[in-house]
Structure formats: C-alpha cells, structure tokens
C-alpha cells in the first residue's frame, strides 16, 4: 500500500467516525492486537481492586451491625420502661396519720413519719407543677401525673426539682423535713384525682401498695411528728 493510500484510507475513517458510522475495518502488520482500542465513546473499563471492594463490603456489614446493635438496646429500654411500675410509694417510715378530720379541721392527706433527710420520690411519672415553699406546708411539691392526678408533698426540708421539670415513679424529688405547721419530722402526702382530694392510702391499694403494712421505722411514734 502506498503512502498516498493510507492517508486516503484514513480520512476515509475519521469521515465515517465523524458521522456516527463505524469505521472499516484496517489491516497493520505492524500493530497487531486482540482487545479493542479505547475511544471517547468506549473507553477502557476501570477494574476496582479487589481490596477496595472487600472493604466496602466490611463498611457496609458494620454499619449494619451497628444499626442492629442499636435497634436491640433501644428495644431493652422499652420493655425496661413497660416493666417499670408507674405508681409507688412516695417514702418509707411510720404511718402517723389518716385521711380524716384532725383537730376540728379535715386533713386532706396522710402523715409518713421518719428521720430528717429520709428520701421522698415521685409516687407517679409527671410534671412538677409547683416547688417551693407554701404556706402551712413549709416546702411543697406537686406534680401532675400523665392522667391528671395530682400528688402533694409536704413540711421537706430540701428540695431536689424545680417546677416545669418531667420527673418519673421512684426519682428522688426532695429530703424529709419538719418545716411550716409540723410537729415532727414527716412526709404529708396528698393525693387529688379531678379537683378533689382522695384518701391516699385506698389509691394506693389500688395499686398494689399497702402504705400501712409497707412502712415502718425503728423510731417511736414519741418522737416523730405529723401535720
């Protein structure tokens, strides 16, 4: 073939490449190959090491334990929260005082009595909706429970929440005290269920908690007081 034939020939090719055709097929003794030569509209294929590929497999397989490993721990929360009693007694000492009418005046709850600083919790989950010192009472707290009850304790000399704050069924909300109209180191204890005050002591029975037969102090009833 001669030189002037070759430069014909390959005009010839980038013409039919330029419209889109395939162009012919040539013969070069000088170049001889089996795979196809890359162009613009096929370039060569991009092979991916096999050590970037195991490693993307693993990124993927712990991601997938992790999110396994979370959806278990956030299901044991939940059934630990189900499990959780939801009402419980608010302190422990001796029964000193009913629901009843006291010194020619109803009182409007019941009296736990013990030593000063004994912990006092949450007898339900709620929102504390009122912390703070209030008259005849010393220091109160109230909270209002998920189903609008209201409980109410009384005479504590410290104070572990504040008002606005969500507080569950046996957290520590305040110390035992003898502070306002009080005789005596003791928890009074209101419970209010639509407005009304209600015995404490069958509201809890309700719940499984005998307030009377659970408590009980080493401490004489001499020596500790009631509201």
């Known amino acids: 073939m001669t030189t002037t034939n070759t430069h014909a020939t390959e ?16 013969s070069s003794s000088s170049a001889p190959s089996s795979a196809a030569t890359p162009t613009p509209s096929a370039p060569a294929p991009v092979v991916v090491p096999a050590s970037a590929s ?10 997938m334990l992790f ?12 059934e630990e929260m189900a499990r959780r009693p939801k009402v419980v007694l608010p302190t422990v000492g001796t029964f000193t005082s009913p ?19 004994t912990s006092i ?10 912390s703070g010192p209030a008259q005849g009472y ?12 209201i409980t109410t304790y009384g005479h504590m000399q410290t104070l572990d929440v504040a008002k606005g ?25 209101e419970v209010e269920i639509d407005g009304q005050k209600v015995d404490p002591v069958p509201w809890l029975l309700q719940h499984g908690l005998d307030v009377m037969g ?9 020596s500790l007081g009631g509201n």
């Open 11 to 26: 005009a010839g090719d980038i013409a039919l490449l330029a419209n889109g055709e395939q162009a012919p097929a040539t």
């Open 54 to 63: 195991t490693g993307g497999t693993d990124n993927i397989q712990s991601a």
């Open 67 to 78: 999110a396994g490993t979370e959806i278990n721990a956030q299901r044991e929360i939940d």
């Open 99 to 117: 629901f009843a009418m006291r010194w020619g005046t109803h009182h409007g709850g019941i009296d736990i009595a013990n030593s000063p600083g």
């Open 121 to 130: 919790v949450a007898a339900t989950d709620g929102v504390v909706i009122e």
């Open 138 to 149: 010393g220091n109160w707290i109230r909270i209002k429970a998920d189903d609008g009850t």
């Open 165 to 189: 704050e969500r507080v569950m069924a046996g957290q520590k909300i305040a110390g035992m005290g003898s502070l306002g109209f009080s005789t005596g180191s003791h928890l009074h204890f």
């Open 214 to 222: 659970g408590a009980s102090s080493e401490m004489s009833l001499g």
